[in-house]
């Protein structure tokens, strides 16, 4: 026997992934949460665990609120069971310092009927130009 997929349930993740990556430009809070389990757990990058809906509106207010004309592209990569997993490359302009910022990263994402459970959230930003912070040339 051979792995079976599922041509449907890759056609809906992967339209999945590209809807959440239309409600980011420009931000639309409400739209983005609304594809959250009101338990949501989220990860993302070195930021302290995020725990349940309200927490999380007040994390993407922050975020929406420094990270000015956000230009993001996501990409899906898998499905598995109820998990999928993209990467995403952004730009915007940081509303603190009015520097030009690049991003990128990779998203595991646990869905529960229809909406992200789980967040896990790789996250690397630099200003546009410049070396990166890793410090490994």
């Not at 997929?5 to 339209?15: D, G, Q």
Request: hydrophobic share 45%; net charge neutral; charged share 25%.
């Amino acid at each position: 026997a051979g792995l079976v997929v599922s041509i449907p349930a890759l056609l809906e993740a992967r339209a999945f992934v590209k809807h959440v990556e239309q409600l980011f430009m420009p931000w639309n809070v409400a739209g983005i949460l609304a594809g959250f389990t009101d338990d949501c757990l989220v990860r993302f990058g070195d930021l302290p665990e995020i725990k349940g809906k309200a927490a999380l509106e007040k994390f993407f207010r922050a975020r929406s609120a420094r990270q000015q004309g956000y230009r993001l592209r996501k990409e899906f990569r898998a499905l598995m069971g109820d998990v999928i997993a993209n990467t995403w490359e952004g730009e915007w302009e940081d509303s603190q310092s009015g520097a030009t910022m690049t991003g990128r990263g990779a998203e595991i994402w646990v869905m529960r009927e229809g909406r992200i459970a789980v967040w896990d959230a790789a996250f690397n930003a630099r200003e546009a130009g410049k070396p990166s912070a890793i410090g490994i040339a």
